[in-house]
């Protein structure tokens, strides 16, 4: 090869690599750009009551409960109640009317029943209610396992398989003007029998253009993983998050009596690309579940939540 022809490649080299970097600068650039959009479009107030917490009242008398929560403070939603294809005993038409009547923001739902073929659909009606995520709360499709003997969950087949679901359900939520979230518990954050962190093949390869996720704060800490180290490691991923506090003995507790370090975790909100969060306790054991949002309100307040 001559001196030329070597300047030649050399010359072809810089300008591939150059217009690699340009290509990264851009996608982050868009990335960044996008996130402060959304961060100036949210509403200042970013809490949220998970409807989870008080599923039993909301089955026997929805309406009556959700006044009870905006008499706590409470301002937006989280829906865990889709079934035949109506929210609460309500179609989704009726049950965004309802909340509108009471000043309540509808931000996301649970859908755990929906499937490939049923997306659209259940897609559409969370689009109807007025709900802006639509949130995947365990594997679909029959793949999530819960042994009752121990209480441990986990999942059937390949964390593979589970990432192209997301991404085919993530791309059919975009079409339908919804963004796409997945919901962690533990054990999504424990290696599996090919030595793979699931979570962390997830987030490494479900496009984040349509799927993103929630944290439930719980969840990660009670399987040992450090919240702000996943913020750091996988920047503007986690769109909400659950908050709740773990008690002394691992229990779920209000937030702000436990031990779970909420300060430390909220300095680093910006980072994790936390948009909304929504107070959640999936037991509340022998504490009435409205005093327990009560007390978490509360809580919420004096760490610093908005």
Avoid at 101 to 107: D, M, Q
Wanted: proline residues 4%.
């Amino acid at each position: 090869m001559t001196l030329t022809t070597g300047f030649k490649y050399l010359s072809i080299g810089f300008l591939i690599t150059n217009l690699i970097a340009c290509m990264e600068n851009k996608k982050n650039t868009s990335s960044h750009e996008r996130l402060k959009k959304e961060l100036t479009s949210t509403p200042k107030s970013l809490g949220g009551i998970a409807l989870y917490t008080v599923r039993d009242a909301m089955s026997m008398n929805p309406k009556e409960t959700l006044k009870e929560i905006v008499a706590i403070g409470y301002k937006n939603i989280e829906a865990a109640g889709y079934k035949e294809e109506m929210y609460y005993g309500m179609s989704p038409v009726n049950f965004k009317t309802y909340l509108k009547k009471l000043n309540l923001e509808p931000i996301s739902t649970h859908q755990a029943s929906v499937t490939l073929e049923n997306a659209a659909l259940e897609m559409a009606h969370a689009k109807t209610a007025g709900f802006k995520y639509f949130i995947v709360p365990i594997p679909p499709m029959g793949l999530f396992t819960h042994d009752e003997n121990t209480n441990e969950m986990n999942m059937k087949g390949t964390v593979e398989n589970l990432a192209n679901i997301l991404n085919t359900l993530g791309a059919q939520a975009k079409k339908a003007g919804m963004e796409l979230l997945y919901h962690n518990h533990d054990f999504e954050f424990r290696k599996n029998d090919k030595g793979i962190v699931p979570i962390d093949y997830l987030l490494q390869h479900c496009d984040p253009e349509l799927v993103n996720f929630q944290m439930d704060l719980y969840w990660v800490v009670k399987a040992g993983a450090d919240p702000v180290a996943y913020f750091d490691r996988y920047p503007n991923r986690f769109k909400m998050w659950h908050v709740k506090d773990m008690s002394k003995n691992g229990n779920f507790a209000p937030v702000g009596t436990g031990t779970i370090d909420f300060e430390n975790i909220l300095v680093r909100k910006e980072n994790s690309g936390m948009l909304y969060y929504m107070v959640e306790q999936d037991d509340t054991f022998d504490l009435n579940p409205m005093e327990a949002i009560k007390i978490s309100r509360q809580g919420i307040e004096k760490i610093g939540f908005k």
